[in-house]
């Protein structure tokens, strides 16, 4: 038999990691690390490696297909364009600490899209092949100019046969107007909701009647639609996190199982902040331990809340299929299955390039609504956007689970060729992988109750983690 | 039961296939050009029978109310004065039986094999012509692919001229061979699904229950070309007494080596053929000896891998996996029983096979309120 390349990395109870390209795993001891880096495998690792689809006989039989089947599966390759993010403007009637570089004051002008940006939009929009489309606004705050998000939904629903809406809104002021835009069905809520209402005042509010407003709104939003419409996001700032215990309930108590806990974004600040291990070491621990804690409040409580990049994470080591997260997949090409457009008709590969592109450290938009998409410049970042041949990831058991995260590098290091270790991006990555695995190989209840509800199945057991022993 | 054959009197030698068609009192004006030339249309109904006239007629059909038949495709036997509906209009459950023989002999195969073959293909092609839009097609056995240079121009002809049309397909995988790639290739793969069973990751178990030595290894390497050509494949495994203890091993084989299969059925055993000469020895109650099916789905369906219940009395599965087992007993194959009287899943449950016997077998069923 020959065997396909196999990667390692010690896990936290000393043992081994071991990981073949097209994502096939196992835990064993140092000694079957031995065996197999003197080529000395036993007819009992044989015979495991042969069970596992980790080698095959010859070209073409059923281990070799399979080996090939979920390495190539596990390959992102969207072809079709059916996700923008339009910022129809860039306004915003807060000022969240965090977010400076990327609003404008509420009553500033030229900030919002000009007619002819919109027509623009309408036809970039018009040239999209469908059937389906999944629009975000986000801005600025996209409430503001309710108008415009009419006149883009309106179009949607007449050129596509399925079409989906997100508002990125900070639920301060809802009139008339914008409950009618979200009473519809085929429109959802995204708001940020930053733990309990202190912290959430602190870096958002700022004012006690500002921050009643909202959770006025927020209840008010919870009680006319089902659970579902209502998805939120919590920023926490590591060097001071919110309750997680307290910001979990109140999750709950509004519907939202599903927790996206995001570090501030940093984005532009890197030469102005450290960014050394001290901080992707304090954020690792937190969130860490925000998993252990929702474990055991899963257990406690009977209902299952997840943290959703974990999740991910999860799906990514066990599934091939795990790839339509923008957030990790690989390649990650750019501009490919969804690109932003700013408040002045401008192409974006993502959020943060825009964000990056406005406080004018480098142009990454990617041509504009007029001219259209910039391939070229679009071509320049995709050389970048896999981990494929990195001479750090090539050594990395975690390699096929992980991604690449180009946009990040230039935001923080002002280049993309950083060895990986020295990169957020892998630093946060290696520490979400070996949580993962630590949790994948926990035998207690708890951590099998929430990982079967993570997964979606009804039940997990130990005998669903291979090892060889 | 829905009857598949009913009586007919024609005025014909050899079989032909032909549509039968009810039209309205007002459409009866445009019906000449409605109607090609494979139709019939209702003239007369009365108690005992039904005329139909068009260019594929006179044609009187016995027995049946002409309302139930409305669209479906008849081969008529004119020597033996019967039809067989082909394709039940109304239906989603239509399958062409192209052959009785097969190389294997399963120990609950539920239609055992027979020596002889008469080759209908051209009839088959005629009435999948006349399906309705949209309808899949079974297409079963005996062993089709036994008369695989038929079966493939059938697939092609068709796929090509009814671009709406699907096909499910059930084979023992044992006949493809590296020279049907180009052929495979060229047929629409993502309108067929082929049904191809696995009974055990362990060679000498799966090759008892087909009856056939050898046969695990063959079917591997035809797997692994079904997966080459691009065919989505439905892998069925009959849950039985001799491989149920091993369906978890089989679902840790499927995770490794068989990723690329569209869906993985885990199916209850059907009473009848040889399944009811060997039904002591062959049903497993799997109301009693849950734990070895949900384990095995939960760790396929882990690794992102689709799998499904089939013919599972929903009361006999626990309530977190019932959402996998969706009504698959055929209409005209299920019936309910008094147990199920007053049963909350039952617009849900697919029953029971009309021929399974009246001590059911199961240890837990019953109405779920
Ligand atoms: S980025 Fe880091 S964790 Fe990810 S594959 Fe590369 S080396 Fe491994
Ligand atoms: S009682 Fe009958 S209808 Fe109800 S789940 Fe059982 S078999 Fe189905």
Request: charged share 25%.
């Amino acid at each position: 038999m020959k065997v396909w390349p196999l990667k390692f990395r010690e896990m936290s109870d000393g043992s081994m990691l071991f990981a073949d390209d097209a994502g096939g795993f196992f835990k064993a001891g140092d000694d079957f690390l031995d065996r197999y880096a003197t080529d000395g495998l036993s007819a009992d690792d044989s015979l495991f490696l042969k069970e596992g689809s980790h080698g095959f006989e010859r070209e073409r039989d059923l281990p070799w297909t399979s080996f090939a089947y979920r390495w190539a599966r596990r390959q992102s390759r969207p072809r079709k364009m059916n996700y923008v993010i339009l910022v129809p403007t860039l306004r915003c009637n807060l000022a969240c600490g965090y977010c400076q570089v990327s609003r404008a004051p509420e009553k500033a002008r030229g900030f919002d899209w000009s007619d002819e940006t919109l027509t623009g939009v309408l036809s970039f929009l018009g040239d999209l092949e469908g059937p389906d489309i999944k629009v975000e606004f986000q801005g600025g705050e996209p409430m503001l100019r309710v108008d415009l998000l009419e006149a883009v939904r309106d179009y949607c629903r007449e050129k596509f046969s399925q079409s989906q809406f997100v508002v990125c809104t900070n639920l301060q002021k809802l009139d008339a107007r914008a409950w009618a835009f979200l009473d519809a069905d085929d429109t959802f809520i995204s708001t940020s909701l930053d733990g309990d209402r202190l912290t959430h005042e602190r870096q958002r509010t700022h004012d006690g009647d500002v921050t009643d407003a909202f959770f006025r709104n927020l209840e008010a939003v919870v009680a006319r639609y089902p659970e579902g419409k209502i998805s939120a996001l919590p920023t926490v700032d590591v060097a001071n996190p919110p309750d997680l215990d307290a910001l979990l309930d109140n999750y709950e108590r509004y519907g939202v199982r599903s927790v996206y806990l995001r570090p501030i974004n940093h984005q532009g600040f890197a030469r102005k902040f450290h960014q050394g291990d001290n901080v992707v070491a304090r954020w690792n621990r937190l969130h860490s331990g925000f998993i252990d804690l929702l474990i055991a409040r899963n257990h406690r409580t009977g209902r299952f809340m997840e943290e959703y990049y974990f999740s991910q994470c999860l799906k990514r080591v066990l599934r091939f299929d795990a790839d339509n997260h923008v957030d990790i997949r690989n390649p990650n090409f750019f501009a490919s299955d969804y690109v932003v457009v700013d408040h002045d008709g401008r192409f974006y590969p993502t959020d943060e390039a825009r964000m990056l592109s406005r406080i004018g450290r480098i142009d990454l938009s990617i041509g504009d609504v007029a001219t259209g998409i910039d391939r070229a410049k679009v071509d320049v970042l995709n050389s970048g956007a896999f981990n494929h041949f990195d001479p750090d990831c090539i050594h990395c058991a975690y390699q096929p689970f992980c991604g690449t995260d180009v946009v990040d590098d230039i935001s923080r290091y002002g280049r993309v060729d950083v060895p990986r270790p020295d990169t957020w991006f892998c630093g946060r990555h290696l520490a979400l992988f070996d949580k993962v695995f630590e949790i994948l190989y926990r035998n207690d209840a708890p951590t099998r109750a929430s990982l079967a509800a993570w997964l979606g199945v009804a039940a997990w057991d130990d005998g669903m983690a291979p090892v060889h022993s | 039961m829905i009857p598949l054959r009913v009586k007919v009197e024609v005025n014909a030698e050899e079989p032909f296939v032909v549509r039968l068609r009810s039209f309205e009192a007002e459409e009866r004006e445009r019906e000449p050009e409605q109607l090609n030339h494979f139709e019939v249309s209702l003239e007369r109904a009365d108690p005992d029978g039904a005329d139909y006239a068009g260019e594929g007629g006179p044609i009187r059909v016995l027995g049946i109310d002409p309302s139930e038949l409305d669209g479906d495709v008849l081969l008529v036997n004119p020597r033996r004065g019967t039809a067989d509906r082909l394709i039940r209009s109304t239906s989603p459950h239509n399958t062409f039986l192209v052959t009785e023989r097969c190389d294997q002999v399963c120990v609950m195969c539920s239609q055992p094999p027979k020596k002889h073959h008469v080759d209908l293909f051209t009839y088959f092609e005629t009435a999948a012509l006349l399906a309705p839009e949209g309808a899949t097609i079974g297409i079963s056995g005996g062993e089709p692919t036994l008369f695989k240079e038929r079966l493939f121009t059938f697939l092609k002809r068709v796929l090509v001229a009814r671009p709406d049309l699907f096909f499910h397909i059930l084979t023992n995988g044992q006949h493809f061979e590296e020279d049907d790639r180009s052929t495979m290739t060229g047929l629409d793969q993502s309108r067929i699904v082929w049904g191809v069973p696995l009974y055990s990751h362990d060679p000498s178990v799966h090759d008892q229950v087909v009856g056939k030595q050898g046969a695990q290894e063959r079917l591997l390497d035809n797997l692994a070309f079904l997966c080459r050509v691009g065919a989505a494949v439905e892998l069925r495994t009959v849950l039985m007494q001799p491989n149920a203890p091993g369906l978890p091993e089989l679902a840790r084989f499927i995770t490794a080596m068989l990723p690329f299969i569209r869906t993985w059925a885990v199916m209850q055993t059907e009473n009848i053929g040889y399944g009811r000469m060997n039904w002591k020895t062959l049903f497993y109650d799997s109301s009693e000896g849950f734990d070895v099916v949900g384990r095995a789905i939960d760790l396929v369906r882990s690794r992102g891998i689709d799998a499904r219940l089939y013919n599972f009395p929903l009361c006999t599965v626990p309530e977190a996996y019932r959402h996998l087992a969706p009504a698959t007993i055929s209409d005209w194959k299920r019936t309910y029983r008094e147990e199920c009287e007053g049963c909350s899943l039952k617009a849900e449950c697919g029953g029971f096979f009309e021929w399974h016997p009246r001590d059911h077998g199961y240890g837990r069923l019953g109405a779920v309120q």
